[in-house]
């Protein structure tokens, strides 16, 4: 795959010592990765997923655990952005990443609030830093950006034995976060963004309903690997039904959009499924959106 996508473009070379121009935001970038993760919290109803309303699926987290987190992480997506800019390989994101890890613990108590998120944004974030101190062309989206610079090495890194997508990954055989990000997430950019902005021009006056029918449909697509942990392949099926199904019936173009909605996601808690792959991806959707548009996050 790296070989494909290095075939059709180069990185240019780093700049001298490998200094970071100062077109390169750092904190910027880490506030917009912050606030995506912000959004996606404020955003209900989502499947089994804590909100800013209830706990969904959980007994262990809440939206306070969440924003705890967020602000705890954020000076890490600072330094993978800063890092992107200077070159760095993935041997040196991954460090960073782990560092941002033990913060989140930290900050919550032993709770895995954003792992995904930040192994996923993180790689976003080091992605602008490359390709805003022109490592990568300009118009390279950030998705193929990481996995130019950075896919064959997800791919051959160290596994996490005990973590639930590690778990789900081997005994069903998915995917998982590492393919979707080595691919140049795929779902971001084949599911989340396309959902996002043809729901904006119907919707742009209540940006928290496209942030819904966007996580529905990345529900509907994913194969899942949080759901597959907490369901199997029946609940992942149960899952992506629900949400296909409702999205069939018109989405938030539905009158009656939040109570349809709000029915799924009870269905969801009584069942423990919590979808926090889709989760993690509507976050990397707004932020994508947010710098490859260069419209300002907060």
Same mark, same amino acid.
């Given at each position: ?43 209900? #109803? ?6 800013? $309303? ?18 705890? $992480? ?62 990568? #062309? ?55 963004? #396309? ?23 990345? $529900? ?34 539905? #009158? ?43």
């Amino acid at each position: 795959m790296k070989n494909v996508l290095s075939a059709l473009i180069t990185p240019r070379p780093p700049t001298p010592a490998f200094k970071v121009r100062a077109a390169v935001d750092a904190e910027a970038i880490s506030t917009c990765a912050t606030a995506s993760l912000l959004h996606e919290l404020e955003t209900w #109803p989502k499947p089994g997923l804590v909100s800013h $309303i209830d706990c969904g699926s959980h007994n262990d987290m809440n939206s306070e655990t969440f924003r705890e987190s967020a602000l705890a $992480i954020e000076p890490y997506f600072r330094a993978l952005a800063i890092a992107g800019a200077a070159g760095s390989k993935m041997g040196r994101l991954r460090v960073i990443g782990l560092d941002a890890e033990r913060a989140m613990f930290k900050a919550t108590n032993g709770i895995n609030t954003h792992r995904g998120a930040i192994f996923g944004i993180g790689l976003l974030c080091a992605a602008v830093g490359a390709r805003d101190n022109g490592r990568v #062309p300009g118009h390279l989206s950030l998705g193929a950006t990481v996995s130019l610079l950075w896919g064959q090495d997800i791919i051959d890194g160290p596994m996490l034995l005990h973590s639930h997508g590690g778990v789900a990954r081997r005994k069903y055989g998915a995917g998982g976060a590492r393919v979707e990000a080595a691919r140049g997430f795929p779902s971001v950019y084949e599911v989340g963004l #396309p959902t996002m902005r043809d729901a904006w021009v119907d919707f742009r006056d209540d940006p928290e309903s496209v942030r819904v029918q966007t996580c529905f449909a990345l $529900i509907a697509a994913l194969e899942d690997t949080n759901l597959l942990h907490r369901g199997g392949q029946r609940g992942l099926r149960y899952a992506r039904r629900a949400a296909e199904a409702w999205l069939q019936e018109g989405g938030i173009s539905n #009158p009656r959009w939040r109570e349809s909605a709000y029915s799924i996601h009870q269905s969801f808690v009584s069942r423990w499924l919590s979808p926090g792959g889709s989760a993690d991806l509507l976050a990397m959707t707004l932020f994508v959106d947010a710098q490859e548009r260069r419209s300002v996050c907060g």
